[in-house]
T-cell receptor, first 114, second 114 residues
């Protein structure tokens, strides 16, 4: 069975600082991994995804994530935070050959201070 | 671009009422989902549908039912609304059995039961 753990329900950074949002997954088969962002009063939208191939994945708005199989991690990073990055971020996993329904983490709220 | 439209952004209903939440997608996706989102609990799957008139229970189906009479429309029904069903409800759609494809979300319906 697949599962996702997002470390830290809230992460606070200063504008211009590095953003690091942590995601660890559990999967018995090669996973497909996703990061979604949810701005206030909106639905979720896809930031980036890992399926196969290059383990460093670039997404929208300057975000990227690296799939590390040995660490079962898919952490999301951005070199320099903007005020507009303040949102809720969700990591999700689905399993190749298993249920196509993804499992979501509980989310991390990113707070950006001026 | 896929568009998933939820009929109401905000809804206020009374205890005991029958409540309908509507969702329409325009990309001919076979799979549609209803989630409930609560602070600290992330997204929890209520029901999903993989075809017209087909439905499957998710993790928290109690107190809810669904209807899928047409491919593009998926309705969530609260048979007798209770205060503990006050929440944000998110609809999503997805390409059929494509593990590496993301879900597409609507903007959500914030439902208050008084």
């Amino acid at each position: 069975a697949q599962s996702v753990t997002q470390l830290g329900s809230h992460v606070s950074v200063s504008e211009g600082a590095l953003v690091l949002l942590r995601c660890n997954y559990s999967s018995s088969v090669p996973p497909y991994l996703f990061w979604y962002v949810q701005y206030p009063n909106q639905g979720l939208q896809l930031l980036l995804k890992y399926t196969t191939g290059a383990t460093l994945v670039k997404g929208i708005n300057g975000f990227e994530a690296e799939f590390k199989k040995s660490e079962t991690s898919f952490h999301l990073t951005k070199p320099s935070a903007h005020m507009s990055d303040a949102a809720e971020y969700f990591c999700a996993v689905s399993e190749s050959g298993g249920s196509y329904i993804p499992t979501f983490g509980r989310g991390t709220s990113l707070i950006v201070h001026p | 671009d896929v568009k998933v439209t939820q009929s109401s952004r905000y809804l206020v209903k009374r205890t005991g009422e029958k409540v309908f939440l509507e969702c329409v997608q325009d990309m001919d996706h076979e799979n549609m989902f209803w989630y409930r989102q609560d602070p600290g609990l992330g997204l929890r799957l209520i029901y999903f549908s993989y075809d017209v008139k087909m439905k499957e229970k998710g993790d928290i189906p109690e107190g809810y039912s669904v209807s899928r009479e047409k491919k593009e429309r998926f309705s969530l029904i609260l048979e007798s609304a209770s205060t503990n069903q006050t929440s944000m409800y998110l609809c999503a759609s997805m390409q059929p059995t494509a593990y590496n494809q993301p879900q597409h979300f609507g903007d959500g319906t914030r439902l208050s039961i008084l």
